[in-house]
T-cell receptor, first 114, second 117 residues
């Protein structure tokens, strides 16, 4: 299996610009997660979907952040407008609920907002 | 409520010596417990998981962990460290409340393992 695929791997953008991060989960998985990792706050769950439906978005920092999952094989995380404090690594992960909660992470998208 | 505490932010060992990374958890339900490893500039990779079966869990690359309910611990060990083990390790707990198909994961703050030649 190809694993969770994220793009872009690295992005540098200017403050105020729109950023779109993309994720393709493992085929057949019914849960998809977006995490953010920073030195200060560690790993934070931003939002997760079950069968393409957002279940819990309480971790989304503010209205500048939005996430969509139009189908079972694709999700986006959008930041508009971006700010320097959004600089972080954003991970997408997916899982198949057969018991055990094992989730599989992508390689991450390294975002730098200058 | 659930929480996880990794007792050491940094652990340094010599190659060929044992590794011990400590993790304590709290959980209101029967938890699932995981260890993930993150190598520099990489995503998180599952090392092993405990889901109420055998209390001694064997994972990849020679790592294992023992679930001790009385001590609420899930320490990660390896008999002999290798240079390639240098990475950050995360202990993760998941509650599984009755009737809920997904238990929210809580990550520890991570332990950075350094392996000296």
């Amino acid at each position: 299996d190809a694993g969770v695929i994220q793009s872009p791997r690295h992005e540098v953008t200017e403050m105020g610009q729109e950023v779109t991060l993309r994720c393709k989960p493992i085929s057949g998985h019914d849960y998809l997660f977006w995490y953010r990792q920073t030195m200060m706050r560690g790993l934070e769950l931003l939002i997760y979907f079950n069968n393409n439906v957002p279940i819990d978005d309480s971790g989304m920092p503010e209205d500048r952040f939005s996430a969509k999952m139009p189908n079972a094989s694709f999700s986006t995380l959008k930041i508009q407008p971006s700010e320097p404090r959004d600089s972080a690594v954003y991970f997408c992960a997916s899982s198949l609920w057969t018991g055990g909660n094992t989730i599989y992470f992508g390689e991450g998208s390294w975002l730098t907002v200058v | 409520a659930q929480s996880v505490t990794q007792l050491d932010s940094h652990v340094s060992v010599s190659e060929g010596t044992p590794v011990l990374l400590r993790c304590n958890y709290s959980s209101s339900y029967s938890p699932s417990l995981f260890w993930y490893v993150q190598h520099p500039n990489k995503g998180l990779q599952l090392l092993l998981k405990y889901t109420s079966a055998a209390t001694l869990v064997k994972g990849i690359n020679g790592f294992e962990a023992e679930f001790k309910k009385s001590e609420t611990s899930f320490h990660l060990t390896k008999l002999s460290a290798h240079m390639s083990d240098a990475a950050e390790y995360f202990c993760v707990v998941s509650d599984r409340p009755g009737g809920t198909s997904y238990g929210k994961l809580t990550f520890g703050q991570g332990t950075i393992l350094t392996v000296h030649p």
